[in-house]
Protein backbone atom coordinates (compact mmCIF):
# COMPACT_ATOMS: atom_id res chain seq x y z
CA UNK A 1 0.00 0.00 0.00
CA UNK A 2 1.31 3.47 -0.91
CA UNK A 3 1.86 5.56 2.13
CA UNK A 4 0.58 9.23 2.06
CA UNK A 5 2.26 11.78 3.69
CA UNK A 6 0.31 14.97 3.49
CA UNK A 7 1.59 18.72 2.70
CA UNK A 8 0.27 20.72 6.27
CA UNK A 9 -2.44 23.18 4.79
CA UNK A 10 -1.76 26.49 6.62
CA UNK A 11 -4.65 28.29 4.67
CA UNK A 12 -6.89 28.10 7.93
CA UNK A 13 -4.94 29.80 10.15
CA UNK A 14 -2.23 31.22 8.63
CA UNK A 15 -3.98 32.94 4.67
CA UNK A 16 -2.04 35.33 4.74
CA UNK A 17 1.11 34.46 4.64
CA UNK A 18 3.27 33.50 1.89
CA UNK A 19 4.97 30.38 0.47
CA UNK A 20 8.82 31.95 1.39
CA UNK A 21 7.84 32.80 4.82
CA UNK A 22 5.76 29.64 5.42
CA UNK A 23 8.95 26.84 4.61
CA UNK A 24 11.44 29.55 6.49
CA UNK A 25 12.16 27.74 9.56
CA UNK A 26 13.51 31.54 11.02
CA UNK A 27 9.94 33.05 10.24
CA UNK A 28 8.53 29.95 12.20
CA UNK A 29 11.00 30.73 15.24
CA UNK A 30 9.86 33.82 15.56
CA UNK A 31 6.20 33.54 15.39
CA UNK A 32 6.13 31.01 17.81
CA UNK A 33 2.50 31.36 19.44
CA UNK A 34 3.24 32.05 22.94
CA UNK A 35 0.06 33.62 24.58
CA UNK A 36 -3.69 32.22 24.99
CA UNK A 37 -4.13 35.65 23.44
CA UNK A 38 -2.31 35.01 20.28
CA UNK A 39 -3.27 31.49 20.53
CA UNK A 40 -7.15 32.39 20.27
CA UNK A 41 -6.78 34.69 17.92
CA UNK A 42 -5.92 31.91 15.75
CA UNK A 43 -7.65 28.62 16.96
CA UNK A 44 -10.99 28.07 18.49
CA UNK A 45 -10.12 26.90 21.79
CA UNK A 46 -12.45 24.67 24.06
CA UNK A 47 -13.41 26.72 27.73
CA UNK A 48 -11.40 23.83 29.18
CA UNK A 49 -8.37 24.49 27.33
CA UNK A 50 -8.45 28.44 28.45
CA UNK A 51 -8.43 27.18 31.72
CA UNK A 52 -5.71 25.12 31.43
CA UNK A 53 -3.64 28.24 29.56
CA UNK A 54 -4.35 30.71 32.38
CA UNK A 55 -3.28 27.76 35.37
CA UNK A 56 -0.19 27.08 34.00
CA UNK A 57 0.76 30.45 32.72
CA UNK A 58 3.07 30.72 35.49
CA UNK A 59 4.74 26.93 35.74
CA UNK A 60 5.79 26.00 32.15
CA UNK A 61 5.86 27.97 29.14
CA UNK A 62 3.49 27.89 25.86
CA UNK A 63 5.17 27.35 22.33
CA UNK A 64 3.57 26.06 19.47
CA UNK A 65 5.20 27.03 16.12
CA UNK A 66 2.79 28.24 13.10
CA UNK A 67 3.86 24.75 11.63
CA UNK A 68 3.29 22.35 14.26
CA UNK A 69 -0.35 24.85 14.94
CA UNK A 70 -1.60 24.17 11.43
CA UNK A 71 -1.80 20.29 12.39
CA UNK A 72 -4.16 20.64 15.59
CA UNK A 73 -7.34 19.35 14.92
CA UNK A 74 -9.69 22.26 15.53
CA UNK A 75 -12.91 20.30 16.02
CA UNK A 76 -11.89 17.51 18.18
CA UNK A 77 -10.32 17.49 21.62
CA UNK A 78 -8.60 14.91 21.62
CA UNK A 79 -6.64 15.33 18.60
CA UNK A 80 -2.83 14.20 19.75
CA UNK A 81 -1.16 17.50 18.05
CA UNK A 82 -3.46 19.75 20.07
CA UNK A 83 -3.17 17.64 23.17
CA UNK A 84 0.80 17.82 23.39
CA UNK A 85 0.37 21.61 22.50
CA UNK A 86 -2.21 22.93 24.96
CA UNK A 87 -2.02 22.15 28.70
CA UNK A 88 -5.11 21.09 30.17
CA UNK A 89 -5.94 22.29 33.78
CA UNK A 90 -4.70 18.52 35.19
CA UNK A 91 -1.22 19.80 34.31
CA UNK A 92 -1.35 22.59 37.06
CA UNK A 93 -2.18 19.42 39.66
CA UNK A 94 1.21 18.04 41.60
CA UNK A 95 0.64 14.30 43.17
CA UNK A 96 3.13 14.16 45.98
CA UNK A 97 5.11 11.14 44.40
CA UNK A 98 5.70 13.70 41.40
CA UNK A 99 9.56 15.66 40.68
CA UNK A 100 10.35 18.51 39.47
CA UNK A 101 13.85 16.93 38.19
CA UNK A 102 12.08 13.02 37.86
CA UNK A 103 15.38 11.74 36.20
CA UNK A 104 17.37 12.91 39.12
CA UNK A 105 19.98 14.74 36.48
CA UNK A 106 20.21 17.71 38.42
CA UNK A 107 22.72 15.51 41.39
CA UNK A 108 24.12 14.23 38.44
CA UNK A 109 25.53 17.71 37.18
CA UNK A 110 29.10 18.46 37.62
CA UNK A 111 28.63 21.33 35.37
CA UNK A 112 25.56 23.45 34.00
CA UNK A 113 26.33 21.48 30.81
CA UNK A 114 26.64 17.87 31.81
CA UNK A 115 24.51 15.46 33.23
CA UNK A 116 27.26 12.64 33.62
CA UNK A 117 24.63 9.19 35.06
CA UNK A 118 25.87 6.54 33.15
CA UNK A 119 29.72 5.17 33.28
CA UNK A 120 30.50 5.83 29.39
CA UNK A 121 27.99 8.87 28.70
CA UNK A 122 26.82 11.88 29.34
CA UNK A 123 24.05 14.39 28.66
CA UNK A 124 24.98 17.61 26.86
CA UNK A 125 22.40 20.59 27.60
CA UNK A 126 23.09 22.65 24.80
CA UNK A 127 20.09 25.01 24.57
CA UNK A 128 17.26 25.39 27.18
CA UNK A 129 14.50 26.78 23.79
CA UNK A 130 12.30 24.30 22.47
CA UNK A 131 10.52 24.77 19.18
CA UNK A 132 7.19 23.64 20.79
CA UNK A 133 6.94 23.19 24.42
CA UNK A 134 5.65 19.83 24.29
CA UNK A 135 3.16 19.64 27.39
CA UNK A 136 4.97 16.20 28.71
CA UNK A 137 8.09 17.72 28.79
CA UNK A 138 10.12 15.79 31.40
CA UNK A 139 12.54 18.72 31.59
CA UNK A 140 10.38 22.31 32.73
CA UNK A 141 12.29 22.74 35.38
CA UNK A 142 15.60 23.76 32.85
CA UNK A 143 13.34 24.68 29.23
CA UNK A 144 11.82 27.55 28.38
CA UNK A 145 12.99 28.87 31.59
CA UNK A 146 14.13 32.58 32.04
CA UNK A 147 16.98 31.39 34.78
CA UNK A 148 18.71 28.36 33.27
CA UNK A 149 21.69 30.59 31.58
CA UNK A 150 23.06 27.40 28.96
CA UNK A 151 25.58 30.11 27.07
CA UNK A 152 28.63 29.80 25.63
CA UNK A 153 30.21 29.40 28.31
CA UNK A 154 28.53 26.88 29.97
CA UNK A 155 29.05 25.18 26.46
CA UNK A 156 32.66 25.51 26.94
CA UNK A 157 32.51 23.83 30.58
CA UNK A 158 30.87 21.06 29.02
CA UNK A 159 33.31 20.44 26.59
CA UNK A 160 36.33 20.51 28.88
CA UNK A 161 34.62 18.33 31.62
CA UNK A 162 34.23 15.83 28.67
CA UNK A 163 38.15 15.81 27.46
CA UNK A 164 38.91 15.47 31.21
CA UNK A 165 36.97 12.77 31.22
CA UNK A 166 38.16 9.73 28.83
CA UNK A 167 35.66 7.24 30.14
CA UNK A 168 33.35 9.30 28.50
CA UNK A 169 32.92 7.66 25.24
CA UNK A 170 29.26 8.72 24.05
CA UNK A 171 27.88 11.89 24.03
CA UNK A 172 23.93 12.58 23.82
CA UNK A 173 23.64 16.45 22.85
CA UNK A 174 19.58 17.58 24.05
CA UNK A 175 18.50 20.80 26.21
CA UNK A 176 16.32 22.05 24.82
CA UNK A 177 16.61 21.55 20.93
CA UNK A 178 20.05 21.65 19.92
CA UNK A 179 18.66 22.21 16.35
CA UNK A 180 17.58 26.03 17.00
CA UNK A 181 21.47 26.85 17.59
CA UNK A 182 22.76 28.44 14.58
CA UNK A 183 24.41 26.07 12.26
CA UNK A 184 27.23 27.56 12.87
CA UNK A 185 27.42 27.49 16.50
CA UNK A 186 26.34 23.99 16.80
CA UNK A 187 28.87 22.90 13.73
CA UNK A 188 31.82 24.59 16.33
CA UNK A 189 30.17 22.43 18.74
CA UNK A 190 30.00 19.44 17.62
CA UNK A 191 33.63 19.84 15.99
CA UNK A 192 35.04 20.36 19.58
CA UNK A 193 33.45 17.00 20.54
CA UNK A 194 34.53 14.84 17.73
CA UNK A 195 37.94 16.55 17.99
CA UNK A 196 38.03 14.73 21.74
CA UNK A 197 40.31 11.27 21.22
CA UNK A 198 37.76 9.11 23.41
CA UNK A 199 34.60 10.05 22.41
CA UNK A 200 33.22 7.56 19.65
CA UNK A 201 29.49 8.53 19.18
CA UNK A 202 27.63 11.92 19.29
CA UNK A 203 23.72 11.82 19.33
CA UNK A 204 21.53 14.88 19.08
CA UNK A 205 18.22 14.56 20.56
CA UNK A 206 15.66 16.87 18.18
CA UNK A 207 11.81 17.23 17.99
CA UNK A 208 12.64 19.99 14.95
CA UNK A 209 11.65 17.55 11.87
CA UNK A 210 8.66 17.01 13.74
CA UNK A 211 7.68 21.02 14.54
CA UNK A 212 9.81 22.64 12.58
CA UNK A 213 10.87 20.67 10.05
CA UNK A 214 11.80 23.92 7.48
CA UNK A 215 15.07 23.84 9.51
CA UNK A 216 16.81 20.74 8.41
CA UNK A 217 18.82 22.43 5.23
CA UNK A 218 21.81 21.15 3.29
CA UNK A 219 24.21 23.41 5.13
CA UNK A 220 22.78 21.88 8.61
CA UNK A 221 23.35 18.41 7.11
CA UNK A 222 27.05 19.02 6.43
CA UNK A 223 27.37 20.02 9.76
CA UNK A 224 26.29 17.24 11.29
CA UNK A 225 27.42 14.59 8.39
CA UNK A 226 30.98 16.10 9.31
CA UNK A 227 30.68 15.87 13.01
CA UNK A 228 29.54 11.70 12.36
CA UNK A 229 26.40 12.79 14.37
CA UNK A 230 23.19 10.69 14.79
CA UNK A 231 19.98 12.24 14.73
CA UNK A 232 17.27 10.52 17.60
CA UNK A 233 14.03 12.71 16.65
CA UNK A 234 10.72 12.29 18.96
CA UNK A 235 7.63 11.40 16.37
CA UNK A 236 4.34 10.62 18.77
CA UNK A 237 2.23 9.94 16.29
CA UNK A 238 1.47 9.47 12.86
CA UNK A 239 -0.59 12.06 12.23
CA UNK A 240 3.36 14.47 12.79
CA UNK A 241 4.79 12.19 9.94
CA UNK A 242 3.39 14.91 7.18
CA UNK A 243 5.59 15.57 3.77
CA UNK A 244 7.32 18.41 5.49
CA UNK A 245 8.39 15.80 8.22
CA UNK A 246 9.26 13.00 5.93
CA UNK A 247 12.15 15.33 3.58
CA UNK A 248 13.49 16.67 6.69
CA UNK A 249 14.40 13.35 7.82
CA UNK A 250 14.82 12.58 3.82
CA UNK A 251 17.34 15.05 3.56
CA UNK A 252 19.78 13.57 6.65
CA UNK A 253 19.88 10.83 5.85
CA UNK A 254 20.32 10.80 2.18
CA UNK A 255 23.27 13.23 3.55
CA UNK A 256 24.43 10.43 5.29
CA UNK A 257 23.15 11.26 8.86
CA UNK A 258 21.13 8.53 10.45
CA UNK A 259 18.25 9.03 12.10
CA UNK A 260 16.31 7.56 14.92
CA UNK A 261 12.99 7.89 16.60
CA UNK A 262 11.74 8.01 20.65
CA UNK A 263 8.52 7.84 21.39
CA UNK A 264 6.72 8.73 24.56
CA UNK A 265 3.79 6.74 25.48
CA UNK A 266 0.83 9.23 25.65
CA UNK A 267 -2.49 8.23 27.18
CA UNK A 268 -5.08 8.96 25.07
CA UNK A 269 -3.46 9.85 22.74
CA UNK A 270 -1.09 6.96 21.51
CA UNK A 271 -1.82 4.54 23.70
CA UNK A 272 -2.98 2.09 21.26
CA UNK A 273 -1.07 -0.90 19.62
CA UNK A 274 -2.78 -0.02 16.17
CA UNK A 275 -0.81 3.51 16.54
CA UNK A 276 2.06 2.66 17.22
CA UNK A 277 2.39 0.41 14.74
CA UNK A 278 1.18 2.71 11.94
CA UNK A 279 3.69 5.50 13.29
CA UNK A 280 6.65 2.70 13.49
CA UNK A 281 5.89 1.27 9.80
CA UNK A 282 5.41 4.77 8.30
CA UNK A 283 8.82 5.75 10.01
CA UNK A 284 11.02 2.54 8.45
CA UNK A 285 9.40 3.69 5.15
CA UNK A 286 11.32 7.21 5.23
CA UNK A 287 14.24 5.07 7.03
CA UNK A 288 13.76 6.62 10.24
CA UNK A 289 14.33 3.23 12.74
CA UNK A 290 11.95 3.01 16.01
CA UNK A 291 14.71 3.19 18.87
CA UNK A 292 12.89 3.54 22.01
CA UNK A 293 9.13 3.48 23.15
CA UNK A 294 9.42 5.94 26.50
CA UNK A 295 6.74 5.33 29.35
CA UNK A 296 6.06 8.99 30.63
CA UNK A 297 8.63 10.30 33.17
CA UNK A 298 6.99 10.97 36.85
CA UNK A 299 7.27 14.83 36.60
CA UNK A 300 5.27 17.37 38.14
CA UNK A 301 1.80 17.79 36.34
CA UNK A 302 2.07 14.72 33.66
CA UNK A 303 -0.43 12.02 36.02
CA UNK A 304 -3.15 12.86 33.44
CA UNK A 305 -0.70 11.41 30.48
CA UNK A 306 0.75 8.70 31.63
CA UNK A 307 0.18 4.90 31.25
CA UNK A 308 -0.23 1.94 33.32
CA UNK A 309 3.39 0.47 32.62
CA UNK A 310 1.19 -2.89 31.64
CA UNK A 311 -0.08 -0.91 29.05
CA UNK A 312 3.34 -0.75 26.98
CA UNK A 313 4.14 -4.04 27.52
CA UNK A 314 0.72 -5.01 26.18
CA UNK A 315 1.09 -2.80 23.58
CA UNK A 316 5.01 -5.09 22.57
CA UNK A 317 2.95 -7.84 22.87
CA UNK A 318 0.61 -7.01 19.94
CA UNK A 319 3.34 -5.70 17.73
CA UNK A 320 5.69 -8.80 18.59
CA UNK A 321 5.07 -11.50 15.78
CA UNK A 322 2.89 -9.37 14.13
CA UNK A 323 4.89 -7.17 12.32
CA UNK A 324 8.93 -7.12 11.70
CA UNK A 325 11.55 -6.41 14.09
CA UNK A 326 12.59 -3.42 13.00
CA UNK A 327 9.26 -2.38 13.68
CA UNK A 328 9.10 -3.31 17.74
CA UNK A 329 10.95 -0.63 19.78
CA UNK A 330 12.20 -1.43 23.21
CA UNK A 331 9.69 0.13 25.86
CA UNK A 332 11.91 2.00 28.13
CA UNK A 333 11.28 3.02 31.68
CA UNK A 334 13.55 6.04 33.56
CA UNK A 335 13.78 5.62 36.87
CA UNK A 336 12.69 8.10 39.43
CA UNK A 337 15.13 9.92 40.74
CA UNK A 338 18.18 8.92 38.86
CA UNK A 339 17.92 5.36 38.44
CA UNK A 340 18.39 5.15 34.80
CA UNK A 341 16.86 3.11 31.85
CA UNK A 342 15.60 -0.50 32.23
CA UNK A 343 13.61 -2.33 29.32
CA UNK A 344 10.51 -4.01 30.12
CA UNK A 345 8.99 -6.74 27.51
CA UNK A 346 6.46 -9.65 27.48
CA UNK A 347 7.68 -12.15 29.28
CA UNK A 348 8.27 -15.45 26.50
CA UNK A 349 10.55 -17.54 29.15
CA UNK A 350 7.83 -20.01 30.91
CA UNK A 351 10.46 -21.99 32.90
CA UNK A 352 14.13 -22.82 32.11
CA UNK A 353 16.17 -26.18 33.38
CA UNK A 354 19.55 -27.48 32.98
CA UNK A 355 18.12 -29.86 30.32
CA UNK A 356 16.05 -27.15 28.48
CA UNK A 357 14.17 -23.59 28.24
CA UNK A 358 10.20 -23.57 27.65
CA UNK A 359 8.78 -20.36 25.76
CA UNK A 360 5.69 -19.47 24.45
CA UNK A 361 5.75 -17.99 20.98
CA UNK A 362 3.55 -14.70 19.87
CA UNK A 363 0.75 -17.13 19.43
CA UNK A 364 0.81 -18.63 23.23
CA UNK A 365 1.81 -21.62 21.73
CA UNK A 366 4.23 -23.57 23.88
CA UNK A 367 8.07 -24.55 22.43
CA UNK A 368 10.78 -26.62 24.33
CA UNK A 369 14.50 -25.42 23.57
CA UNK A 370 16.82 -28.32 24.19
CA UNK A 371 20.24 -26.67 26.59
CA UNK A 372 23.42 -27.91 24.95
CA UNK A 373 25.53 -30.29 27.12
CA UNK A 374 28.36 -27.65 27.32
CA UNK A 375 28.42 -24.24 29.39
CA UNK A 376 31.77 -22.69 29.34
CA UNK A 377 31.15 -19.30 27.73
CA UNK A 378 34.42 -17.98 27.99
CA UNK A 379 35.92 -16.60 24.78
CA UNK A 380 39.76 -17.80 24.27
CA UNK A 381 40.88 -16.14 21.62
CA UNK A 382 39.66 -12.81 23.46
CA UNK A 383 42.83 -11.77 25.24
CA UNK A 384 44.66 -12.32 21.78
CA UNK A 385 42.16 -9.72 19.88
CA UNK A 386 42.37 -7.68 22.71
CA UNK A 387 45.75 -7.27 22.97
CA UNK A 388 46.13 -6.55 19.16
CA UNK A 389 43.13 -4.08 19.46
CA UNK A 390 45.16 -2.00 22.11
CA UNK A 391 48.62 -2.14 20.15
CA UNK A 392 46.75 -1.07 16.76
CA UNK A 393 45.18 2.27 19.14
CA UNK A 394 48.29 3.29 20.36
CA UNK A 395 50.15 3.30 17.14
CA UNK A 396 47.30 5.15 15.88
CA UNK A 397 47.53 7.72 18.84
CA UNK A 398 51.52 7.83 18.67
CA UNK A 399 51.38 8.91 14.76
CA UNK A 400 47.92 11.03 14.64
CA UNK A 401 48.35 15.00 14.17
CA UNK A 402 47.60 17.08 17.46
CA UNK A 403 44.59 18.15 16.45
CA UNK A 404 42.37 17.07 13.49
CA UNK A 405 40.73 19.58 11.20
CA UNK A 406 36.82 19.94 12.46
CA UNK A 407 36.35 20.19 9.24
CA UNK A 408 36.56 16.53 7.74
CA UNK A 409 35.68 13.60 9.40
CA UNK A 410 38.16 11.63 11.73
CA UNK A 411 37.12 8.41 10.89
CA UNK A 412 34.49 5.77 9.83
CA UNK A 413 31.15 6.67 10.58
CA UNK A 414 29.61 4.08 13.47
CA UNK A 415 27.12 2.17 12.28
CA UNK A 416 26.01 0.82 15.86
CA UNK A 417 24.59 3.06 17.87
CA UNK A 418 23.91 2.37 21.83
CA UNK A 419 21.46 2.76 24.52
Not at 218 to 224: F, N, P
Not at 338 to 344: E, H, Y
Not at 407 to 418: G, H, K, M, W
Request: with cysteine; aromatic share 6%; net charge neutral.
Amino acid sequence: MLLRFPEVDRRALYPEVSDGSWRDWRWQQRNVIATLEALEARFPLSEVERLGLRRTRGIFKLGITPYYAALMDPAHDWCPVRRQSIPLPAEAETRPEELSDPLGEDHNRPVPAIVHKYPDRVLFLALDRCSVYCRHCTRRRLTGQETTDLDKQTMAEGVSYIRAHPEVRDVLVSGGDPFLLSTERLGQLLGELRAIPHVELIRIGTRVPVCNPFRVDEALVRALRTAEAFVVTHFNHPKELTAEARDACERLIDGGVPVENQTVLLRRLNSSARIIKELNHRLLRIRVRPYYLHQGDVAEGLDHLRTPVQAGIEILQQLRGHTSGLAVPHLAVDLPDGGGKVTVQPTYLVSQSAKESVFRNYKGEIYRYPEPLEGDCSVPYDEVYRAASETAQASASASAPASAPASAPTRPLLNVITG
